[in-house]
């Protein structure tokens, strides 16, 4: 269980599984995706004792949480992700449109009101759904803003080179937006920001530290106990100095690709705007309001969180 998540051999296997998949969502009615997918799961569930491991890790710290979990709880979770694989490719080859997307009364409306007067943002999501649903979206031109805007993702791509392509080849465009998370500098920083103020959303994961600073972690409590998070992406918004707010596209129905998503958008409180003495305390109260909001969609959507390993070993040392 020491592995860092991006020694962990990507899952799924052979180039021809991640093929089947392409086939089977762009050839079969989603009902049947749904039916493959629960079958191919169990197979693999049987199998994959590692896998289950590492699940049943995450699903005790719920339980200890308050939380029903099943004895299936493990099969479970892999058939979401699963499912969060195949809705990625949909989202992809524009399948998936804004009628799906159900708002919460949160502050969406404020992200929406800054985008229309020309205004970018940081955004902070999470392995928590489908964190790429806002920009497969704006790709294919639906837009919940009057103003059209783009997404450029910070992304760690060491653990999924396999699905990646194939995501690629669904749309060419995919990769021209993407920021590589394990090769961001003093240029790229300066690119980020200038992006951030023609309008646009700039977007990175919170809750995975990169394959190449693993070491640089926060701190926090989550689920209940001791977990390490990654000081860069908190960091980052510092620096870009911009507007933060914490984004998540959950399925609203967790085993259904077909329901609507539910689309939580929330403004940090916390600025970082202050003076560099007080930036540390600063982005550890970040933190905290992130992990909270986090913590609670866990325990609400307890299969759609998508950390294979284990999350809290490393704070354990």
């Known amino acids: 269980m020491s592995e860092h998540w991006s020694e962990i051999k990507e899952v799924g296997g052979s180039p021809w599984h991640f093929r089947f998949m392409l086939w089977v969502v762009c050839h079969l009615p989603l009902f049947l995706v749904e039916f493959c997918t629960a079958v191919v799961c169990f197979f693999f569930w049987l199998g994959a004792a590692p896998v289950r491991a590492r699940s049943k890790i995450y699903l005790k710290h719920l339980q200890n949480a308050g939380v029903r979990v099943g004895f299936f709880g493990t099969y479970k979770h892999i058939l979401s992700f699963a499912l969060s694989m195949m809705e990625k490719l949909l989202g992809w080859k524009g399948a998936i449109k804004l009628n799906r997307i159900e708002i919460q009364n949160d502050d969406l409306q404020m ?137 998540f596209a959950i399925r609203k129905h967790d085993f259904n690709i077909r329901s609507p998503y539910e689309m939580h958008v929330v403004r940090a409180k916390t600025s970082l705007d202050c003076p560099r003495r007080e930036r540390p305390e600063r982005l550890k109260e970040l933190l905290r309001e992130y992990t909270e909001i986090l913590e609670s969609l866990c325990q609400k959507h307890p299969y759609q969180w998508y950390n294979f390993y284990n999350f809290w070993e490393s704070a354990e040392k």
């Open 111 to 247: 992200l929406v009101a800054q985008l229309n007067k020309g205004d970018g943002a940081f955004l902070l999501c999470s392995h928590l759904g489908n964190m790429e649903m806002l920009r497969s979206l704006t790709e294919y031109g639906e837009f919940h803003t009057d103003k059209c805007f783009q997404v450029f993702p910070v992304v760690d791509l060491s653990g999924s080179q396999k699905f990646n392509g194939l995501l690629y080849e669904l749309n060419p465009e995919l990769m021209e937006n993407m920021i590589d998370a394990n090769s961001i500098d003093v240029d790229s920083a300066i690119w980020m920001k200038e992006k951030i103020k023609e309008g646009n959303l700039v977007v990175i994961a919170g809750d995975r530290t990169s394959a190449n600073t693993r070491n640089r972690v926060m701190e926090t409590t989550f689920l209940g106990e001791p977990a390490n998070f990654p000081e860069g992406a908190f960091s980052l918004a510092g620096i870009l100095n911009a507007p933060v707010y914490f984004a």
